[in-house]
């Protein structure tokens, strides 16, 4: 006899899920703050994202990517300070601190959840003698 397996029931279409990595990075929750407002995000996107660990080799994990390019080099330490101070005062503990003059990147980890904060310089804008345009990343496992 095959034994069949009963499928949970799916939601509605159009009612994110409060497990969605997506809707938690977009709308935050009682762990985690709100998408930081003020600048327009791409479309977030559920995909592989190789997380910085320290002293492993990155763990490749499924979650929520959301980034803006094309911003100013202050606007994009205001992001990742607003991360930071938001993070810490939720208990999450940095576990991977990393940064140059216009790179940074910034693993958090809360119990079994990741979250990484990625800004860096638009390559096209080398050589330029005023500060380069910055890419933010933001990526939400759990």
Do not use: H
């Not at 479309?43 to 990517?65: F, S």
Request: proline residues 7%.
């Amino acid at each position: 006899g095959e034994s069949s397996t009963v499928e949970s029931p799916k939601p509605a279409t159009g009612s994110p899920q409060a497990s969605d990595p997506c809707e938690i990075l977009v709308n935050g929750n009682d762990n985690f703050p709100p998408l930081y407002s003020g600048v327009s995000w791409s479309k977030p996107a559920i995909k592989e994202y190789e997380v910085p660990i320290k002293g492993t080799t990155p763990r490749k994990l499924m979650g929520c990517l959301i980034s803006i390019n094309g911003i100013y080099d202050e606007t994009s330490l205001k992001i990742t300070g607003f991360y930071n101070e938001n993070l810490r005062e939720r208990g999450w503990e940095t576990i991977i601190s990393a940064g140059g003059v216009y790179s940074i990147t910034d693993t958090y980890k809360n119990n079994d959840k990741f979250f990484v904060v990625r800004r860096f310089a638009e390559q096209s804008s080398s050589g330029q003698s005023s500060a380069p345009d910055m890419i933010v990343e933001l990526f939400y496992a759990q």
